[in-house]
């Protein structure tokens, strides 16, 4: 009979888990264990930021789930750094840690002030909320596996991003049965309104048909949807040029003949000139964030009919200071393929 630690390892193990970078430590000693047991190979380094930040990397170029563990306490927020680097930028990685016993954990009850009881115990999962997708902490009566995959879950759906979950040093070592197979991470499909999407791809490709200096923002959200082939399919098909965001160079070469190059603060002269001079934008994947669009997203490519692609309603609704020609609330891939289909029918 496995324990939770080691149910909780093969979960993540079964879920396509096929790297772990820790740090070992005294209150996730069952957890470092697990892991050894597994014979899924490990990276141990000297500091958790470092941890972290490879694990980001990871999951970045890889395109899967990536799995950090640590240790508690001071440890555990060392990774804070790396958290938020994958939250900024939508990468899936699964943050595991340590915690003092259950029983010597600060409790409602105690007198107020009470700064720690157990050994290396911090409220971690509590200061990671702001930057994860969810942040947890274990206690009794939770069922690891279905835990583990309600979390594996969340990480790669929608717009991916961290999630942290904490296992106390005595729920760690607890018997635990496992009982139902694991195959892979169950994936939500993000909410599309099939009218929505279709009125905004009739209304693009109308406005193509009339456009002389037509160009495409491909953002990082093209990167994680894997939607880069869809993307240079459509571009090809219209001829049309593709500019990049600092987190979506890889979207396509640079010696495509389509590339043209970054925008934003950090872009280059190329594609800046590009989008101040084109007539018709389709922007896709990205969140026209500050470093994007500049310090005035009012005057962002002003002159410019701009057809947005965003399925996060919360980062639309930030950009309403830029006039939008047509803004729609979908993935890349739904919005891709809708133009691809249509244009077909040309």
């Known amino acids: 009979m496995a324990n939770i630690s080691e149910s909780v390892i093969e979960t993540l193990r079964r879920l396509g888990a096929d790297h772990f970078f820790l740090i070992v430590g005294g209150n996730a000693m069952y957890i470092d ?19 972290a930040m490879a694990a980001d990397a990871y999951a970045k170029i890889t395109g899967k789930m990536a799995v950090c563990v640590s240790t508690s306490g001071p440890g555990a927020s060392n990774l804070l750094t790396g958290i938020s680097g994958a939250f900024t930028d939508s990468s899936p990685v699964f943050f595991l840690a340590g915690q003092a016993k259950r029983t010597e954990m600060v ?15 911090l409220p971690n999962a509590k200061l990671f909320e702001p930057v994860t997708k969810a942040s947890i902490s274990m206690r009794g009566g939770d069922d690891p596996v279905n835990l583990v995959k309600k979390l594996a879950a ?15 040093i005595d729920v760690q070592g607890e018997k635990y049965l496992a009982n139902e197979e694991i195959e892979e991470i169950p994936q939500a499909a993000p909410d599309a309104d099939p009218i929505a999407i279709t009125s905004f791809s009739q209304d693009f490709l109308l406005n193509l048909s009339r456009a ?3 160009l495409i923002l491909a953002g990082h959200g093209v990167v994680v949807a894997k939607a880069g082939q ?10 049309i040029p593709i500019v990049t965001t600092q987190l979506a160079k890889d979207v396509l070469s640079y010696d495509d003949p389509k590339f043209v190059g970054h925008v934003g603060l950090r872009g280059d002269r190329a594609g800046n000139l590009a989008l101040y001079e084109s007539d018709l934008l389709l922007c896709i994947g990205t969140s026209l964030q500050q470093q994007t669009i500049g310090y005035d997203p009012d005057k962002f ?10 399925f996060e309603k919360s980062i639309s609704n930030k950009n309403l200071p830029i006039k939008m020609e047509h803004l729609v609330d979908a993935d890349v891939v739904t919005v891709l393929n809708s133009l691809l289909e249509l244009a077909s029918k040309i």
């Open 301 to 310: 490519a002003e002159k410019t009919k701009k057809f947005v692609v965003d």
């Open 154 to 168: 969340l990480t790669v759906s929608g717009r991916p991003g961290p999630v942290f979950l904490e296992i106390p």
């Open 33 to 51: 264990d697990a892991i050894r047991l597994t014979g899924i190979p490990y990276t141990i380094f000297h500091h958790e930021q470092a941890a």
């Open 212 to 214: 002389t200096r037509p």
């Open 230 to 239: 869809l993307l240079r399919e459509f571009s090809n098909l219209f001829n």
């Open 107 to 121: 409790r409602e009850e105690m007198r107020p002030g009470v700064r720690q009881f157990g050994t290396f115990e």
